[in-house]
């Protein structure tokens, strides 16, 4: 299994879009991904058109397995939602040692070390949500957009990776890929550049320009490849999807 946090610590990057559509694409490839909005303000569940109730929620209480919480789109997409009730989870946990690992372990119970992809929509947060994202996962995707926070943004997620390899003996990968890129800012050419520099190996080629589409599909409950199929921001996630299995991240 293959479990990819889609994350950054700075809010309005496009992780929500990012594992929309990322998660989209690769239902379209017929991977049979499993898609969880691990965020309180349950945009990727609205995005995803998900009937309300307490999702993902339900599974830290104790009150559901994570299969008993799956409901399928019609692209082939499975998915677990989320509502505000998730953010009581972060006072909730307390002291509980194995708060932080509560997901990672109901995964690997319940789906198997050799399932299919599973993406996770981040909040903006570090917290007890954010980080059992982060230890379900052994690949980090890490959206910036172009602005002059954004080297910081990235470099205090890198960060966090070596701490949690130091402290638990483990390894990460992660990959950089740029949103909302504008053709017609300089600062998208010399950001894009300056963390090809910085995280050698680690930029995706591809890059996702800024495009209505992307910003119109989640009104109405729909990835980009059911709303405009044949939009940039269509081609550019499918093109991010193929270079992360081509490149063995997926
Ligand atoms: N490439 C793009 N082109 C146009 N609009 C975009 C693009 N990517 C994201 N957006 C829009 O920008 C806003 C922020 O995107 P998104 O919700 O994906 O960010 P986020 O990192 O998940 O935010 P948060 O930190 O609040 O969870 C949304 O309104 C989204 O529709
Ligand atoms: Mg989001």
Known sequence: ????????????????????????ALAILERNPLAIDLDPQGHLTHALGLEAGSGIGAFFRNESSLSGLIQARPIGLRAIGASQDLSKIDALSGKDKHAAT?????????????GAPV????????GVLSLNAIMSAEKVLIP???????????????????????????????????????TRRKLAYSTHEALKQKFEGKVCGARIMENVALAESPAHGKDVFSHAPNSQGAKDYYALTRELIEQGFI
């Open 1 to 24: 299994m293959a479990t990819i946090a889609v994350f950054n610590q700075k809010g309005g990057v496009g992780k929500t879009t990012t594992a929309l559509n990322l998660a989209a």
């Open 102 to 114: 509560r997901l990672r372990d109901g995964l690997s119970a319940e789906f198997g070390p050799d």
């Open 119 to 126: 993406i996770i929509d981040c909040c903006p947060m570090l």
């Open 144 to 182: 910036v957009s172009a602005d002059f926070l954004s080297m910081q943004g990235v470099q205090r997620v890198v960060s966090l990776l070596s701490v949690l390899e130091a402290r638990f003996g483990r390894r990460y990968d992660y990959r950089i890929v740029m949103t909302r890129f504008d």
